[in-house]
T-cell receptor, first 114, second 114 residues
Framework: ETGVTQSPTHLIKTRGQQVTLRCSSQ?????VSWYQQALGQGPQFIFQYYREEENGRGNFPPRFSGLQFPNYSSELNVNALELDDSALYLC?????????????FGEGSWLTVV | AQSVAQPEDQVNVAEGNPLTVKCTYS??????LFWYVQYPNRGLQFLLK??????LVKGSYGFEAEFNKSQTSFHLKKPSALVSDSALYFCAVRDIGRDDKIIFGKGTRLHILP
């Protein structure tokens, strides 16, 4: 158990719809990042939040957006869903500032877009 | 830019034999290297990391990894494989910069044969 919890675990959406995925970070971790793992691929960095501000973003379009709340939990929102958005979405948390800190992942949210 | 490469899509090892999963890296500056494991339909579990110090790093479940600067490698090893070690293994590097994101390799599927 990593202490990182995600919800929902599985969901199915229709192309064009919007989805919100949620994450609670490990206790004491104020840095949260999101990754997309398509089938048969390694995880790809979407973005990272530190103290409620986005402080890094990967190569994902603006329809991928996020929030971090004062309790360090986080949301990933995806608008105008496309079939290629079908993937496992992983939330990760870590302590800030030191690059040697370990990033701990949740179990993920499986999104299927039909 | 930081990157890692996992040259093998799949590795097959007989139970009880030693196993090696290969990883090479390309970084500017000091490397921060990680290994994660993913069991079917699960999130990523942290195994071990190299930040600095001893080149042989010990991790969870009896795994260890050897950091080799001259060969830019960070191979994952275990002296005696178990069937339960069968999973997808990811080598990763921390991209030192504004967001310190994790960059993953494409993964190596490890099959331990009984």
């Amino acid at each position: 158990e990593t202490g990182v919890t995600q919800s929902p675990t599985h969901l199915i959406k229709t192309r064009g719809q919007q989805v919100t995925l949620r994450c609670s970070s490990q206790s004491g971790h104020n840095t949260v990042s999101w990754y997309q793992q398509a089938l048969g691929q390694g995880p790809q960095f979407i973005f990272q939040y530190y103290r409620e501000e986005e402080n890094g973003r990967g190569n994902f379009p603006p329809r991928f957006s996020g929030l971090q709340f004062p309790n360090y939990s986080s949301e990933l929102n995806v608008n105008a869903l496309e079939l290629d958005d079908s993937a496992l979405y992983l939330c990760a948390s870590s302590l800030p500032s030191e690059s040697g800190n370990t990033i701990y992942f949740g179990e993920g949210s499986w999104l299927t877009v039909v | 830019a930081q990157s890692v490469a996992q040259p093998e899509d799949q590795v097959n090892v007989a139970e009880g034999n030693p196993l090696t999963v290969k990883c090479t890296y390309s970084v500017s500056g000091n490397p921060y290297l990680f290994w994660y494991v993913q069991y079917p339909n699960r999130g990523l579990q942290f195994l071990l990391k190299y930040i600095t110090g001893d080149n042989l790093v010990k991790g969870s479940y009896g795994f260890e990894a050897e950091f080799n600067k001259s060969q830019t490698s960070f191979h994952l090893k275990k002296p005696s494989a178990l069937v339960s070690d069968s999973a997808l293994y990811f080598c990763a590097v921390r991209d030192i910069g504004r967001d310190d994101k994790i960059i993953f390799g494409k993964g190596t599927r490890l099959h331990i044969l009984p």
